[in-house]
């Protein structure tokens, strides 16, 4: 058993375990977990008072019935090793569901230190219920979302056997493979002719160029200036050297030499960087994409998709951790894309971590708010059933692209359900819906405390995520994200429309992520940060000179086609995600006189 194993390092193991206990304190959520606390406590007078011995009245209650045996030799004596190596076990099973919880830690606190106060609350229920378009009352809620899933069962009955709808088979639903839409003869000659009237017609410049042109437009520098003050010319081109020097990944040094700006210049505006100022700055790119008369050609704002980029790190920084996919260490930039092709938010995130966690950072985030956004796209890892109660309530359609679909487990209300053709697929998954309506009040609480709490958003999703199903506001969450997410999926099998419309809004998203690969050329796209501040750094500066390309690029193709009669649905059919006529490597070279100042 591992148990016995891992006490045979017992004096490594206990090098470590008196200062934990010294420096973190655990309590029990409820009464449920009162052994476990009094067997920390048994352990910290043991510590205190240098025994070797557990003495009389060892508690051994919190130790699973299956493994009590363990704890004894062969004389029947009580070996302290095991004991204290089941104690920890069982401490860090019940603080990762939140059983137990560490007073004052960011992410494994007590589920009532998530809440906004109840007075902030009050004075926000009645807005955020009006934005989610959902009943406040908790009955009104529980029938509303009876009647969502009932009428999408219903649904799909009725279309069940049309073209483009899913097939049962064996049990299970089947999407079938959608024709790629293709283009006619016609529509094609027109598409090549307006690609070859691009081609004779964009200028080829350099990088600094492209990101000098766009600031002379819209001042996304301004934002980074901390000393709010009006900035030289000379000012502006180190702050974008700075920018350029961590979204190409070559590091302060070298752009120092490719610029021959003195290192300490550019070291000095590093130091006072810091990410809210990099998410301002992406902010001022995204409105001005958003007020651009061509950005609406693509999209306008109401739509977006996020995935994440792999990025392989050289230094074992503490959130890195193994990638099989990448067979080294690595870490995770996670982008959103509105419709339009503009990137609006990015972090970083551990490349094994599960990307659903961090949807509600992007969609509630400063580069957000600029955007309208009812409709959100993403892949299989983007996906989770709170992560659709908490869209749900915040207004936007989540619509996630799930691998192995056919698997996906879907519920109905209770047996007595009529679910026509579905009966064997969704039989025996059920909703609690009395829960529901009893906890409506504090799910809607929790959903807002994730986006207006102290907290990151993406903390408040995991805590929620880790609890089992003895809570019953998990519980509840769950519940809400099935229906939602059973409501998705039978759409998405009935609906070829839908199909097409998320597979073209995350192909924009990898679209990005090309150019970001283009971007970040130094030390063959390694990352050497040594710290997860300084690789967030990096993450914000590619996503603005991501944005600013593609800004460029609009005006570019608005430039040329402005003496051109082209037809919008033609136009729809280029994409501002290129850099074929950009010099993104080389010596890059400022000039002051190209910029203009304020």
Not at 112 to 122: A, G, L, V
Not at 258 to 280: G, Y
Not at 381 to 405: K, M, Q, V
Not at 570 to 595: A, R
Request: aromatic share 10%.
């Amino acid at each position: 058993d591992p148990l016995i194993i891992n006490s045979r390092s017992y004096s490594s193991f206990r090098k470590y375990t008196p200062q934990l206990l010294q420096n973190l304190t655990f309590r029990s959520e409820g009464i449920c977990n009162s052994d476990l606390i009094d067997a920390i406590k048994h352990l910290q007078a043991i510590n205190d008072s240098n025994k070797r011995s557990l003495g009389e009245s060892v508690p051994i209650n919190f130790v699973p019935k299956n493994k009590r045996k363990l704890l004894f030799d062969e004389t029947g004596k009580l070996v302290r090793a095991r004991w204290e190596e089941c104690l920890f076990q069982e401490v860090e099973k019940s603080v990762h569901v939140g059983d137990v919880y560490i007073m004052g830690s960011t992410r494994f606190d007590s589920i009532s230190h998530f809440f906004i106060p109840e007075d902030e609350w009050k004075s926000k229920r009645e807005v955020f219920f009006k934005r989610s378009g959902l009943p406040s009352n908790g009955i009104l809620a529980a029938k509303y979302l009876s009647t969502l899933i009932t009428e999408e069962i219903e649904q799909f009955n009725q279309e069940y056997g049309n073209d483009g709808v899913s097939k049962i088979e064996n049990g299970k639903l089947y999407p079938p493979k959608d024709e790629t839409s293709s283009m006619n003869e016609e529509e094609q000659s027109k598409l090549n002719a307006l690609n070859e009237i691009i081609s004779q017609n964009q200028r080829y410049v350099s990088l600094i160029e492209v990101c000098i042109e766009v600031q002379n437009k819209i001042d996304y520098i301004s934002c980074l200036n901390p000393k709010q003050r009006s900035l030289t010319p000379l000012e502006i081109c180190e702050h974008i050297a700075v920018l350029l020097a961590y979204a190409t990944n070559t590091g302060l040094t070298t752009m120092s030499t490719m610029t021959k700006i003195p290192i300490h210049c550019l070291r000095t505006i590093a130091n006072t960087l810091d990410d809210e100022a990099l998410k301002r700055s992406l902010s001022v790119l995204v409105m001005a994409m958003m007020e651009h008369s061509m950005s609406a050609v693509w999209g306008i704002g109401k739509s977006s998709s996020s995935d994440g980029q792999k990025f392989v790190s050289t230094r074992k920084v503490l959130h890195n951790v193994f990638s099989h996919k990448l067979r080294d260490y690595g870490t995770e930039f996670y982008s959103f894309v509105a419709d339009n092709f503009t990137p609006f938010h990015s972090e970083v995130i551990e490349c094994n971590e599960r990307d659903a966690m961090y949807i509600p950072s992007g969609l509630s985030g400063i580069g957000a708010q600029v955007l309208d956004i009812e409709e959100h796209f993403t892949d299989t890892h983007g996906y989770s059933e709170c992560t659709f109660t908490w869209c749900a309530l915040s207004n936007i359609a989540f619509r996630p692209r799930i691998r192995d679909i056919h698997k996906q487990r879907l519920y109905c209300l209770d047996k007595n359900q009529d679910t026509g053709i579905l009966k064997p697929i969704l039989k025996g998954h059920y909703i609690d819906l009395d829960n529901i309506a009893e906890q409506w009040d504090r799910i809607a609480h929790y959903c807002a405390s994730i986006e207006y709490g102290t907290r990151a958003p993406n903390i408040g999703m995991k805590r929620i995520v880790n609890l089992t199903e003895k809570n019953p506001l998990y519980r509840a969450m769950k519940d809400v994200g099935r229906i939602y997410k059973t409501v998705h999926l039978l759409e998405y099998h009935r609906n070829p429309t839908l199909r097409k419309r998320i597979t073209r809004g995350l192909n924009k998203g990898e679209s990005i992520h090309s150019l970001g690969r283009a971007i970040a050329y130094g030390k063959d796209g390694k990352l050497t940060q040594t710290t997860k501040e300084k690789e967030q750094y990096t993450c914000s500066s590619l996503t603005i000179i991501e944005a600013i390309i593609i800004y460029w690029q609009t005006n570019e193709y608005e430039r040329i086609l402005s003496s051109t009669d082209i037809e919008t649905t033609i136009l729809k059919h280029i994409s501002p995600v290129s850099w074929s006529n950009i010099l993104i490597y080389g010596e890059y070279v400022f000039d002051e006189s190209l910029i203009k100042t304020r």
